[in-house]
């Protein structure tokens, strides 16, 4: 079985810094790695994904993040953030390959953008 | 493109009345679905998957139920809900031959009372 754990329930950072929310994952097989963000009563939009290649992966709102095997984390980055950029963000897992059954989250970090 | 959609956008019942909950894909055929629950301050947790017409799996017992009446229709119910069914209810879509992307609905906010 896989699980993730999010460090950081709530991350308050001010408008512009940079901020990074941390992910790391437990796993004995080859996993597939997902960030959403979930604004107010809202469902989740992927950010990004690592499937393979690349470690570092870009994603959409100037997000990405890095995957590191040997430390299992899939840390999030925004060099600059914005007043918009106010939700809440899971990361996750699945098994790598074919298959169905579904995602394994984080309980989520709650980013605060204080102006 | 695809769409999923989730209805009731909320809804909320008193303890002990029966709950069904609709989700339905556009755009898409044969997809995988998911159903799963965001309590208040925790993560998401997979209630059922299916992988075809009338095909469920279970993830955690409950006195929930899960039904796939049509390629693109996956409905959540109960007989009897309890307080603790309290929550908000994501459906989800995936293309069917792998485990890359799942794709949310806007979600049910669900308040038993």
């Known amino acids: 079985a896989q699980s993730v754990t999010q460090l950081d329930s709530q991350v308050p950072v001010f408008e512009e810094a940079p901020v990074e929310l941390r992910c790391n994952y437990s796993?004995?097989?080859?996993?597939?790695l997902f960030w959403y963000v979930q604004y107010p009563n809202q469902g989740l939009q992927l950010l990004l994904k690592y499937l393979s290649g690349s470690t570092l992966v870009k994603g959409i709102n100037g997000f990405e993040a890095e995957f590191n095997k040997s430390q299992t984390s899939f840390h999030l980055r925004k060099p600059s953030v914005h007043i918009s950029d106010t939700a809440e963000y899971f990361c996750a897992v699945s098994v790598a390959g074919g298959g169905a059954d579904g995602l394994t989250f984080g309980k989520g970090t709650h980013l605060i953008i204080q102006p | 493109s695809q769409t999923i959609h989730q209805w009731p956008a909320t809804l909320v019942q008193p303890v002990g009345s029966p709950l069904s909950l609709e989700c339905t894909v556009e755009g898409t055929s044969n997809p995988n679905l998911y159903w799963y629950r965001q309590a208040a301050g925790r993560g998401l947790q997979l209630l059922f998957y299916?992988?075809?017409?009338?095909?469920i799996s279970s993830e955690v017992p409950q006195n929930l139920s899960a039904s796939r009446p049509q390629d693109r229709q996956f409905i959540l119910s109960s007989k009897k809900l309890l307080l603790s069914d309290s929550g908000f209810y994501l459906c989800?879509?995936?293309?069917?031959?792998?485990?890359?992307?799942?794709?949310f609905g806007p979600g049910t906010r669900l308040l038993v009372l």
């Open positions: 796993s004995s097989v080859s996993v597939y």
């Open positions: 299916s992988v075809g017409i009338g095909q």
């Open positions: 989800a879509w995936s293309v069917s031959w792998g485990r890359e992307t799942q794709y």
